[in-house]
């Protein structure tokens, strides 16, 4: 993770994840980009000269930040970036023209006024071609984090994760736990995922990184039971491949990854499919 790039509304949702980028800046040696749109809405209601000093106002606190993480991680290299648009968009076009990037942001699931609370998270996320680590503001979990859960299913994508996660597991010293959902739990898919969790653990294994391997039965929501597991082994990171909907009317409503964005009590890490961008491209 060479690139951290943090969206920034000053909100505490916000704050709360840039001290979580910052964690990961110390132990990456990766780059802070410190982000804040200066979204449509600003702009329409803000006469000229009153728009200047909104700009300005934001440039001094932007600097404040940079100081105060600076007291936490003297060493990261740390700049601050003003974009103006809609947030999703801005956010994730600049992080794509970086190198190694992940996009971190906080948000309070469907409520809220921050810039990238409820349905904005969601299209940051659905927009991004970079792995995008979710907080929501009632996020206190330790920064420095032990245990990472890693849900494999039957799907072919479900491996894409193991990479990422196996960096930061490295990075963190962090114990991986590797999640086999037999959604629903009948014998083909019983066997795929057995499949799927000793490629899991072989990547493991190669990476030298600690890993256990655990299997649930799901009959009803598997959003729900990923997030009642993850309490229960007291994980401070869950991983997912984000699913992609042909509809994009229909974006995500109701699906597995928009229920644990607005539900999940710790740290959620969401990566794009690789294969899909690829085709997309």
Not at 51 to 77: G, N, R, Y
Not at 258 to 269: A, G, I, K
Request: positive net charge.
């Amino acid at each position: 993770m060479k690139n951290i790039v943090v969206g920034i509304d000053f909100s505490n949702s916000s704050l709360n994840a840039l001290k979580h980028a910052v964690a990961i800046s110390l132990k990456t040696q990766g780059k802070l980009h410190l982000v804040w749109v200066k979204t449509p809405s600003t702009t329409n209601k803000a006469a000229k000269e009153e728009l200047k000093q909104i700009t300005k106002k934001a440039q001094t606190a932007l600097a404040e930040l940079i100081a105060d993480c600076k007291k936490e991680a003297p060493k990261s290299s740390i700049n601050s970036i003003i974009l103006e648009g809609k947030a999703p968009v801005e956010l994730t076009k600049y992080a794509a023209n970086l190198q190694d990037t992940i996009i971190v942001i906080g948000t309070h699931g469907m409520s809220g006024d921050d810039t990238f609370a409820g349905s904005n998270a969601m299209k940051t996320v659905g927009m991004s071609s970079v792995p995008i680590l979710i907080l929501r503001e009632n996020v206190k979990i330790n920064r420095d984090l032990v245990q990472i859960l890693a849900p494999i299913d039957t799907s072919f994508e479900t491996l894409q994760k193991m990479k990422y996660v196996v960096a930061i597991a490295k990075a963190f010293a962090a114990k991986v736990l590797v999640l086999g959902l037999n959604a629903p739990p009948i014998a083909e898919v019983k066997h795929t995922v057995k499949v799927q969790l000793k490629h899991a653990g072989k990547m493991c294994d190669e990476a030298i990184v600690r890993h256990a391997a655990a299997t649930i039965d799901i009959k009803g929501n598997v959003a729900q039971a990923v997030i009642e597991f993850a309490k229960n082994q007291d994980v401070n990171l869950i991983a997912v491949m984000r699913e992609e909907e042909d509809d994009f009317s229909n974006f995500w409503m109701g699906s597995a990854t928009r229920q644990l964005v607005n539900n999940t009590p710790m740290p959620l890490l969401v990566l794009p499919n690789v294969t899909y961008f690829s085709i997309s491209k």
